[in-house]
Structures are given as C-alpha cells and as structure tokens.
C-alpha cells in the first residue's frame, strides 16, 4: 500500500497523567530523529478552570479536556507512525485495530471544534503572511471586512489587523483561520 503524503491529526492514548510528558518526549523524539517534516503539532488539550478558594483568592488551574490523550498533527509514514507510536507514556493510537495497523484520522470538523475550544488555530505556523499585507476577515465579528495586518504572533498563530470602522482605524487580535490572505 503507498503511503500517504497528507497532514492528518491523530490521536494517542497514554497513560493518565503523562501527557505533557508524552508531548515533550515526541517534540523532542520528532526533532532527533529527523521527523519534523512528518511530525508537525503536538496538542494537549487543556482547559482554563476558574475557582476562588476559601480565602477568596482566584485559582486558576489548567485542566485535561480529554485526560489520557494527546493529539498530533503528522503525516502518516512507517516511519512516522514508529516514532509516535515508540514514545515513552504511549500506550496505542485510537482508532487503530492493533497488529501494526495504521490509525484513522481526525475528521477536519472534529480537529476545528477541538482546537477552536482551544483558542487555536488549525492552519499552520508557516501560514504565509507578513507585515503590511492585506487580509479579509472570513469569520468573528469583523467577517467581510479587510484589514492591513500590524504584528504577527507565529508561536499563538494569531495576527493583529487593522480595520476601518466608523472611519477609525481600529486594531484588532485574529487567528490564522478567521483571515484569508487577499491575492
């Protein structure tokens, strides 16, 4: 069977408790290895959680979406699947029927609504866009409107675009996929 050269998020059980140490070891596995052109992104999903204690401090504390799971954006090799499936706190990935069988992807719907819940981007970091260029806002408040991009932040994959509004210029914080780039 040929292998598939496409980017697809999949899902990796681990031991409870080991995620973030799952996520360290594949980064770090995927860059010594020579993987970082078939391992991209490395998501523990986590959210925010508000609390006030007795003391009546705010405490915020990040919080497992889906505990015992991480997700990783690859393309699906041998080679690929070994070093993920290889990395310390793994146990297997979901959706694979085990004897060395490849896992099915995410759907694009699921990997949007997950990274979304996240505040992140499912675009990727190389999104190619610079300083000064114009963007069309596609979705959020803004969508429709054109801004001229200020600041790119690529670690959080988020832009800060200019919009006219009222006849002001006002600045506003956007993620990769809420602009496409104006050709």
Wanted: aromatic share 8%.
């Amino acid at each position: 069977m040929a292998e598939s050269l496409e980017k697809n998020w999949y899902v990796l059980h681990t031991y409870s408790g080991y995620e973030n140490k799952v996520k360290a070891n594949l980064e770090s596995r995927a860059q010594s290895m020579g993987m970082e052109d078939y391992i991209f992104r490395v998501v523990v999903p986590e959210e925010e959680e508000h609390e006030t204690t007795k003391t009546g401090k705010d405490k915020v504390e990040s919080k497992k979406t889906f505990p015992g799971y991480v997700l990783v954006e690859m393309v699906m090799s041998d080679r690929s699947w070994y070093v993920a499936r290889n990395t310390p706190g793994v146990t297997g990935f979901v959706g694979s029927h085990g004897a060395g069988s490849k896992p099915a992807p995410l759907l694009g719907e699921e990997v949007e609504l997950i990274l979304r819940r996240l505040g992140m981007s499912s675009r990727h970091k190389e999104f190619d866009v610079d300083v000064g260029e114009s963007v069309k806002i596609v979705e959020g408040a803004f969508s429709g409107l054109v801004g001229k991009i200020t600041e790119i932040d690529r670690e959080k994959m988020k832009l800060r675009v200019n919009i006219d509004m009222f006849g002001r210029e006002t600045a506003t914080e956007l993620n990769y996929d809420q602009v496409d780039k104006l050709i």
